[in-house]
């Protein structure tokens, strides 16, 4: 019986080992070096919290935005997307879309 339960333990501490170097493998295997970019733009006809709360949403709807800014005041949305997924005019489409006006100020690659 002892031998039967060390054998089980042995088992279980090897098998556990090989799972968790398994997962160590795929996550270097997925990683990819990040691609992504920085557009800021001008929003002509933000009034309210509320409108920057409305840019916010539609944009993190988005897939491919990584990260965003809606400031009010200040009438600025900044915005981080994968190029891969998302190409920074659609960005600004996505905001003139809800009847805002969009002119776009900076763009950065990272």
Avoid at 15 to 21: G, P
Wanted: proline share 4%; charged share 25%.
């Amino acid at each position: 019986m002892k031998t039967l339960i060390v054998g089980l333990v042995v088992a279980f501490v090897s098998l556990t080992s090989s799972l968790a170097q398994s997962t160590a493998n795929q996550k270097i295997e997925t990683q990819k070096p990040e691609t992504s970019q920085w557009v800021t733009l001008k929003v002509t006809g933000m009034t309210c919290a509320g409108c920057a709360s409305h840019i916010h949403k539609a944009l993190s709807e988005k897939a491919g935005v990584l990260d965003q800014e809606v400031k009010y005041p200040g009438d600025l949305v900044r915005v981080k997307f994968d190029p891969d997924k998302i190409k920074g005019p659609e960005v600004q489409r996505t905001i003139e879309r809800l009847g805002y006006k969009v002119s776009a100020v900076e763009t950065q690659s990272k």
